[in-house]
């Protein structure tokens, strides 16, 4: 059985997975090839490290959930921002330091690809680096006899079917990558150049995935691109045609009763149709990751972002109004060069409006190669990391006063096991929790749960900052 051990990230954190199998799983009669895995960043950086641990079980290899025990230890970095470049340096850095005598340290992903040099002065003894467009290569580098890195031209790896993939996540939902690489061009962002042009599945692709996952019993399935709103437009789909359409092909190529979800989808790529789909089928989770970064409309053109605040702000009330109980999650960035005073207590004002449930705040990170990088009026450290204090604390006080709204209220639950701190309480999410990312409802009542990754009707009876409380009906 896979198992994830992964931290509770906070809203401005990146997240850090350790993906490990537990070793009474496998059996293979091998000694000296037990693999480690550490997966670092987002969500499709994880169902790269399934794809290379699937590739790696089917050789022969033994997966353990020991560091110290392992011979081969990989880690899949990030190379987003130069926070997720350190934590890539620091975590390769603890596996040196903690691994057994002669195991082997290898770093793929992002950061191998973009800064590879980086890490290889820094850690001689690092024994290869594989690029992220490379991860079907994994055999070639924990079998290599001598230090080395294979990073091709290719900056991101789409698996198409082709090569096994081993799921990490819990049994009752997986994570669904539809395509990789973006479009868009925001000044502040590097993904363009770390994971290069769009590459979209093809609808076939995606419904033979989403019947494979059904299938081994997965009730929750989600879907995750750079940018949903962009699928298939490499294909030839338009605006209007594209995500709509393969969505819909998802919903009827199955009768099943699951949870589909969808993450990062740009407010620019909110059509109507969406919007009536998501009406129309309850499998879609009433519940959207849109990145909106600001909401003044200097900073979002300088951002390069193609919306206005009015765009934003229409898109934000179509949703509320013909889908009331919809979640709706983003991200927002502060310190952006040339946000002034007034600009971010703008941003401000629009986090007290409540039209926002979620909210992930990040801090301006100046990355060479990006246009923001070369603006003027570069805003000083201490005071970016003011307003991530401020803005953090402003929407904390929403999302308490939001959940308290759910006092009384009955929700369906799926409950996924213990609380990671006490056997003695349960943890589950609502549709309006994505797992790793948002809060939990803590269940202090489950003599009625008879079995794990199952739905059940839970009353919310108290809060907890991010989390809910309740209890099994």
């Not at 850090?16 to 537990?22: I, M, S, Y």
């Not at 009752?172 to 868009?184: D, P, T, V, W």
């Not at 206005?308 to 927002?332: A, C, F, G, H, N």
């Not at 308290?404 to 056997?423: A, T």
């Amino acid at each position: 059985m896979l198992k994830v051990i992964q931290r509770k990230n906070k809203p401005e954190e990146q997240a850090k997975a350790q993906v490990h199998l537990e070793p009474a799983a496998w059996d293979f009669g091998t000694t000296g090839n037990k693999v480690f895995f550490i997966s670092l960043g987002c969500p499709r950086n994880l169902v790269d490290t399934e794809v290379m641990i699937g590739i790696l079980l089917q050789a022969g290899f033994e997966a353990t959930g020991e560091l110290k025990d392992a011979d081969f230890i990989v880690i899949n970095t990030c190379g987003f921002l130069e926070s997720s470049r350190q934590e890539s340096l620091d975590t390769i850095g603890e596996a040196l330091k903690s691994r057994k005598k002669n195991a082997k340290v290898i770093a793929t992903g992002c950061m191998a690809q973009s800064h590879g040099d980086l890490i290889r002065s820094t850690f001689p003894d690092i024994h290869y680096l594989l690029g992220s467009g490379d991860v079907k290569e994994i055999l070639r580098a924990v079998e290599a006899k001598e230090h080395g890195a294979y990073i091709s031209s290719a900056k991101s790896f789409l698996e198409m079917g082709e090569v096994p993939r081993t799921l990490s996540t819990p049994a009752n939902y997986a994570y669904l990558k539809i395509a990789e690489g973006c479009r868009k061009r925001c000044a502040f962002c590097k993904i363009p150049s770390i994971k290069g042009p769009l590459k979209s599945k093809t609808i076939e692709q995606v419904v033979k995935e989403v019947s494979l996952l059904l299938n081994n019993g997965i009730q929750e399935i989600i879907l995750i691109a750079q940018d949903l709103g962009d699928w298939g437009k490499d294909l030839g789909y338009s605006k209007s045609q594209g995500l709509v359409a393969l969505l819909q092909a998802i919903l009827n190529s199955t009768d099943q009763h699951f949870w589909l979800r969808l993450l990062y989808l740009y407010p620019d790529e909110i059509s109507e149709e969406l919007i009536a789909l998501m009406k129309k089928d309850t499998r879609i989770c009433h519940y959207l990751d849109m990145p909106l970064q600001h909401i003044n409309d200097d900073i979002l053109k300088a951002m390069r972002r193609t919306t206005s605040k009015q765009e934003i702000m229409d898109t934000l009330s179509s949703l509320r109004r013909e889908i009331p109980d919809i979640v709706i999650r983003t991200s927002l960035m502060v310190g952006f060069p040339g946000e002034t005073e007034e600009q971010f207590e703008e941003l401000c004002s629009f986090v007290k409006l409540g039209l926002l449930d979620d909210v992930g705040i990040f801090k301006f990170s100046k990355e060479e190669g990006t246009h923001a990088a070369t603006l003027p009026e570069q805003i000083a450290e201490e005071v970016k990391q003011e307003r991530l204090v401020k803005l953090s604390d402003l929407q904390r006080k929403q999302v308490t006063k939001k959940n308290k709204k759910f006092i009384g209220k009955q929700l369906q639950v799926i409950v996924e096991g213990y609380h990671p701190e006490s056997n003695l309480l349960m943890r589950g999410r609502y549709y309006g929790q994505c797992p790793e990312i948002d809060g939990m409802v803590i269940i202090n009542d489950g003599r009625k749960v008879k079995a794990f990754g199952k739905h059940y009707n839970v009353q919310i009876t108290d809060v907890t900052d991010y989390d809910l409380i309740g209890r099994v009906l």
